[in-house]
C-alpha cells in the first residue's frame, strides 16, 4: 500500500489559507514520485509555513525563524542521498533569512525551497512582509507599507538558483507537477507560491490572483531548460527568465522559469575534494569499532610529525 | 647535564615571515632533542603591524613562558621599540644595523599610546628617540645589542636580488647559531619547511651557511647545547590539536565562518579531509574524509551542523565571541531538541570587535548561559595542546551519548601556542556509541520512557520522527499541555545528572601537586602549565602550593570543588580576564569566594614571572588583586 503522507496531527491554519493547497500539493508528489518518506526531510522555519512539517508523514524538522534553509544545507550535505524540501514564508526566508536564500543559490545544494508568499506575517498578526508593494494597505496595516518590495523569482535567478518556478495555491495540479520536477532536479529550487491570507491580506485575495495569473507553459515556444545540448543559449534562456520575473502587475506568470543542468550540485563540487564524498558522505561513515576510533592520527596528520 | 632554560622573542613585520622563522627554531631545538614551547602574538592587520613569536626552550618538561628574554631577535625597528622591557642582564639582542638610526617618529605601525609610552621612557632616560636610544637603554640594563648587516651578509650569501625574502631564515639560522645547535639540523628543517620547493631550499641552506659562519668568525656564540635524544614527535598547536582530537573522535562534518582565531581549525581539517584508517579496522565499515563547509555566516554554520548532526553524522562548528554571539539562538534550538552539537569556542579579547587576535577568557559565563530559555548544556575547557586533542574527542562523545550541546572551550593563547606532544594513540580514544531507535516505524524520540533522561536518538535517513523548537510531545509534535511540558523539562535536565554520575572527576576538576598546601592556586584553560611552574619555584623558596584546575563547567564538580577548597588556606584565583569568572561560577555553585586574584585582560599571554610575582604579592604582602601588564 502506498505510503499515507498526512499525519493525523490537527491542522491549525485558518480556514481558506492558501497553505491547504500547499500541503496537498506537496504530498501529492511525493505520493505520486513515490518517494521513501524516510529518505524525505522536510524542514521549516517559524511561521504558518513552519508547522508544515508537523503534517506530513516524514521525517520533520521544525526550526528556528530564517534558519531553514542552513538546516536543510547541513542535513543534506551530511546526507546528500536525501530529499530536502524546505518550507518557509516570505518574512522566513526574505527578510530574517534573506543571507541565507542568497548563500543557497551560490552553493545550488539540491534543496527545494517553497516559498509561502502571502505578503503578511500572519502568525503575528498581520504586519508587512518583505513581498508586499510600497504603499499597499491592508486591514491590519495601521499605515501604508512603507517598504519597498522585493522580488522572489528574480532574487533567486540572481543568486544562482538553477530551478526557478512560481505557483498559485489554488492550482494544486501545476504546483504538484512543479514541485515533483523540482524534487527530481539535481540543484536547488526555488518555488514561490502565490497564497492568499484570508485573514490578513483582503488586498490580494484568492479571487485577485485567479484574474492574473497565466501559465508560461501555455505557450508552446517557452523553454526555461538549460542542457549541456543548448548550453550557448545559456544567456538568452536567463534574460528571458528575468523578463518574466519582473511581471509583476497586471499578469503574473506561473509555471517554471529557469532550470539549468549545467551547474553542478554542492555535492557534486565536494564530490571533487573530498574522497568518495558522494558513496561514503558522512552520515554513512562508520566513526568507530568496538568502541574504539578507527582514524589513524599519524597517517592523517603525517605532515605534523617530527622525525 | 646543567639546566637549560632560554627564552627568546622573534619580531618583525607581519607578513615578513616571523611565522616561519618560528617555525624554524621550534623545528630545530626539537631535532637536537630540546622541548619548545611558542606562543605567537599579531595585529588584526596583513602586513606591516609588529608581530613576534615567544619561545621557550628546555631540556625537560617546558610549560610556560617567561620573561625577560635571553635572545632577542628584530627584523625590524618595531621590534626593538616594543620589547625594549623585555631584556636583562647578559640578552643577546639580534637586529639589522641598518635599523641603529630609525626614529620612533617615522615607525607608523606601533600604535600611537605605545610610541607615546616609549618616548616617555626613552626622555625620562636620557635616550635618543631611535632605534640607537633604545639600545643604549638597552645596554643600560645589561643587554648586549649584535647589529648585523643582514643585508651584505646575505648578499653574499645569495645574490637573487631580493635578500629581504631571506631575512627571516637569517634570523632563525642566527639565533641558533648563537646557541650552538648543530648546523645540519637547521639544514633538515629548510627541507622540512619548504617541502619539495626545491629553488626555495637551496637559496635557504646558503643563508643558513651564512649567519652559522658570520656567528662564528665575529665569536657570538653564547652557548654550545649537546644533542639530546630524540623522540618521534608532533609539533601542533591548539588549533591542530583540537582539528586532530575532532576526527579521532569521530567528526565528519565541520562548518565554520572565518574568524580569529577560530578558522585556522577547520583550515587544518580541509587539508587533512582525506582520512587515513587503522589498518585491518576499516573492511567491510565505510570511511571516507570529513567534509568542511564555510557558511555565509556563523548562524548559518550552527544551524548546518545542527542539521547535519540529526542525520548521524558527528558535526562541529568553530568559532570566536562575536560569532559565538550570533549561535546564541541555535544553541537553544540544540538543548531543546537535544541534539548532539560541539562548538569549539576560541575565546579572545572582548567584547565587541574587542582584542581580535589577542587572548582572553571572559566568555566563561557567556558559555554557561549562551541562549534563551533554561537546558541542558556542557562546558568543557582544555589547558594544553594534549588536552586539546583528547577534549575535543570527548566533547563528540559527550554530545552522542546525552544528546546536548557541548561548549568546548579553548582560550587564543592555547590556539596559537605550539608545543612538542607525543603522536597520539588513536586506539586509545574512546568513540562512545549514542542510543539508537531500533529503527522501527513507531518511534518516540522524546519518549518519557527513560530512567536516565536519555531517549534514543533518530537519524534522517533512517526514521520518522519530528523536531520543533516548540515544547513537544513524545513524537516531536508542537504542545503546550502543561502535565507534557513539565515531564519534558525534567526529562531534558535528567541528562545532567546522569553525566555527572557517569564522568569521572578526573575530567572534570583536578588537584594538581601536593594534597595539601600553603598555598592553592585555582585556574583554568592556557595558564594551566604556567601556575604549576610558578609551583614549583614557589616550593624552591619553601612555599607548598598546589593547584585546583578545573576543566568542567556544565555540569559543575561543585562538591569536590567545595571539598578542596574549604580545606585550602590561600586560595588564588589566575584568570585571562577582569571579573574573575571561574570564581564566580565557584562562587554560584558552592557559595565559596576567592577573594585573592591575579588577573591579565590585555589580551597579551601570560607569563611564568609575573605570576610569579603577583604570587609573592599576595602571599607575602597580603595583597588580594594583582593585575598583570606584560606583553608587548
Known amino acids: 500500500m502506498a505510503h499515507n503522507f498526512r499525519t493525523d496531527v490537527a491542522i491549525d491554519w485558518c480556514p481558506g489559507c492558501g497553505d491547504f493547497g500547499i500541503l496537498t500539493a506537496l504530498t501529492q508528489a511525493f505520493t505520486e514520485l513515490n518517494l521513501d518518506p524516510k529518505n524525505l526531510a522536510m524542514v521549516s522555519g517559524i511561521g504558518c509555513s513552519g508547522k508544515t512539517p508537523h503534517y506530513v508523514n516524514a521525517a520533520g524538522m521544525h526550526t528556528l525563524h530564517g534558519r531553514g534553509i542552513p538546516f536543510a544545507t547541513g542535513v543534506k550535505l551530511a546526507n546528500p542521498n536525501l530529499k530536502v524540501v524546505l518550507t518557509g514564508g516570505d518574512g522566513d526566508l526574505l527578510s530574517i533569512g534573506a543571507g541565507h536564500f542568497v548563500a543557497e543559490g551560490r552553493r545550488n545544494t539540491g534543496i527545494t525551497v517553497v516559498l509561502f508568499d502571502n505578503q503578511v506575517y500572519g502568525l503575528t498578526k498581520g504586519q508587512a512582509a518583505p513581498t508586499m508593494a510600497l504603499g499597499m494597505q491592508t486591514k491590519s496595516l495601521t499605515r501604508p507599507n512603507v517598504f519597498g518590495q522585493v522580488n522572489p523569482v528574480a532574487l533567486a535567478l540572481a543568486s544562482g538558483y538553477t530551478f526557478v518556478a512560481r505557483g498559485f495555491s489554488f492550482d494544486t495540479k501545476q504546483l504538484k507537477d512543479i514541485i515533483k520536477r523540482s524534487i527530481l532536479h539535481d540543484g536547488s529550487s526555488l518555488i514561490d507560491v502565490l497564497q492568499p491570507c484570508p485573514t490578513y491580506n483582503n488586498i490580494n485575495t484568492m479571487e485577485v490572483y485567479r484574474q492574473k495569473v497565466y501559465k508560461l507553459e501555455d505557450d508552446k515556444s517557452w523553454n526555461p531548460t538549460i542542457n549541456e545540448s543548448n548550453a550557448d543559449h545559456y544567456e538568452e534562456i536567463y534574460q528571458r527568465a528575468f523578463m518574466k520575473a519582473l511581471e509583476m502587475d497586471k499578469r503574473i506568470p506561473t509555471g517554471v522559469f529557469f532550470e539549468n543542468n549545467t551547474i553542478p550540485s554542492f555535492p557534486k563540487r565536494l564530490n571533487e575534494h573530498v574522497k568518495d564524498y558522494l558513496t561514503s558522505p558522512p552520515a554513512l561513515q562508520s566513526v568507530g569499532k568496538n568502541g574504539k576510533s578507527l582514524v589513524d592520527p599519524a597517517n592523517s596528520f603525517a605532515d605534523k610529525i617530527l622525525q | 647535564m646543567e639546566n637549560v632554560d632560554l627564552s627568546i622573542v622573534i619580531g618583525g613585520p607581519q607578513g615578513g615571515g616571523i611565522d616561519t622563522a618560528s617555525n624554524m627554531i621550534s623545528k630545530a631545538f626539537a631535532y637536537s632533542g630540546y622541548q619548545v614551547i611558542s606562543v605567537r602574538e599579531f595585529h588584526s592587520n596583513i602586513k606591516g603591524r609588529h608581530s613576534y613569536v615567544h619561545l621557550r626552550v628546555k631540556n625537560s618538561q617546558v610549560r610556560s613562558l617567561r620573561y625577560p628574554v635571553d635572545i632577542l631577535v628584530a627584523l625590524d625597528p618595531d621590534t626593538i621599540f616594543e620589547h625594549h622591557e623585555d631584556i636583562s642582564k647578559g640578552t643577546r639582542v639580534l637586529y639589522d644595523a641598518d635599523f641603529e638610526a630609525s626614529e620612533l617618529s617615522q615607525a607608523r605601525m606601533i600604535m600611537r599610546d605605545t610610541s607615546r609610552r616609549i618616548k616617555e621612557m626613552l626622555e625620562s632616560t636620557g635616550h635618543p628617540l631611535n632605534v640607537r636610544g633604545v639600545l643604549d637603554y638597552m645596554k643600560s640594563k645589561g643587554a648586549f645589542p649584535i647589529p648585523i648587516s643582514f643585508g651584505n651578509v646575505v648578499s653574499e650569501a645569495v645574490s637573487d636580488g631580493t635578500p629581504t625574502r631571506y631575512f627571516n631564515t637569517f634570523g632563525a639560522a642566527a639565533t ?457
Open chain 2, 176 to 632: 641558533l647559531a648563537v646557541v650552538g645547535i648543530e648546523k645540519n639540523y637547521v639544514e633538515k628543517v629548510i627541507k622540512s619547511v619548504f617541502g619539495n620547493k626545491e629553488k626555495v631550499i637551496g637559496p635557504n641552506i646558503k643563508v643558513v651557511d651564512a649567519a652559522y659562519d658570520y656567528c662564528a668568525r665575529n665569536n657570538l656564540r653564547i652557548k654550545n647545547l649537546p644533542d639530546l635524544e630524540m623522540g618521534k614527535k608532533m609539533l601542533l598547536t591548539g588549533n591542530d590539536g583540537s582539528a586532530i582530537g575532532k576526527v579521532l573522535g569521530g567528526l565528519r562534518f565541520q562548518t565554520y565562518y572565518p574568524i580569529t582565531p577560530a578558522s585556522d581549525e577547520s583550515t587544518i581539517l580541509e587539508e587533512h579531509e582525506e582520512l587515513k584508517w587503522i589498518d585491518g579496522e576499516n573492511t567491510n565499515l565505510i570511511t571516507g574524509g570529513v567534509t568542511v563547509v564555510q557558511a555565509e555566516d556563523e548562524i548559518s554554520a550552527i544551524n548546518m551542523a545542527s542539521g547535519a548532526a540529526m542525520t548521524g553524522t558527528r558535526s562541529a562548528t568553530a568559532t570566536s565571541g562575536p560569532g559565538f554571539s550570533l549561535m546564541a539562538e541555535a544553541i537553544s534550538f540544540a538543548g531543546m531538541d537535544e541534539i548532539p552539537l560541539v562548538v569549539t569556542l576560541y575565546q579572545r579579547g572582548g567584547p565587541s570587535t574587542g582584542l581580535p587576535t589577542r587572548n582572553g577568557q571572559s566568555d566563561l559565563l557567556f558559555a554557561l548561559h549562551t541562549g534563551h530559555g533554561e537546558f541542558p548544556r556542557m562546558v568543557i575547557s582544555s589547558g594544553d595542546v594534549k588536552e586539546c586533542i583528547e577534549d575535543s574527542a570527548r566533547a563528540l562523545n559527550y554530545a552522542q551519548r546525552y544528546q546536548l550541546p557541548v561548549i568546548h572551550l579553548i582560550d587564543k593563547n592555547l590556539a596559537n601556542t605550539t608545543e612538542l606532544v607525543d603522536i597520539p594513540d588513536g586506539s586509545s580514544i574512546m568513540i562512545q556509541d549514542p542510543e539508537r531507535s531500533d529503527g522501527k516505524d513507531a518511534f518516540s524520540r522524546f519518549t518519557l520512557d527513560t530512567k536516565n533522561g536519555i531517549s534514543p536518538i533518530g537519524y534522517f535517513g533512517r526514521d520518522i520522527f519530528w523536531l520543533t523548537g516548540d515544547e513537544h510531545d513524545e513524537k516531536g509534535h508542537v504542545t503546550e499541555d502543561t502535565w507534557m511540558r513539565d515531564r519534558q523539562m525534567e526529562k531534558r535536565f535528567l541528562k545532567l545528572q546522569t553525566a555527572e554520575e557517569e564522568i569521572p572527576m578526573s575530567d572534570r576538576a583536578i588537584v594538581l601537586g601536593p594534597s595539601r598546601a600553603d598555598v592553592t592556586f585555582m585556574t583554568w584553560g592556557s595558564q594551566k602549565g604556567l601556575v604549576l611552574d610558578v609551583i614549583d619555584a614557589l616550593g624552591k623558596k619553601g612555599i607548598k602550593a598546589n593547584l585546583l584546575y578545573l576543566k568542567m563547567f556544565e555540569p559543575f564538580p561543585a562538591k569536590f570543588v567545595s571539598d578542596v577548597l574549604k580545606k585550602a588556606k590561600t586560595v588564588i584565583g589566575v584568570e585571562s580576564n577582569m571579573t574573575a569568572q571561574a570564581s564566580k561560577v565557584i562562587k554560584m555553585n558552592t557559595g565559596i569566594d576567592i577573594e585573592n586574584q591575579i588577573l591579565k585582560y590585555n589580551g597579551r599571554h601570560v607569563t611564568e614571572d609575573e605570576v610569579m610575582e603577583a604570587s609573592l604579592k599576595i602571599i607575602e604582602k597580603k595583597q588580594k588583586i594583582v593585575v598583570l601588564e606584560n606583553g608587548a
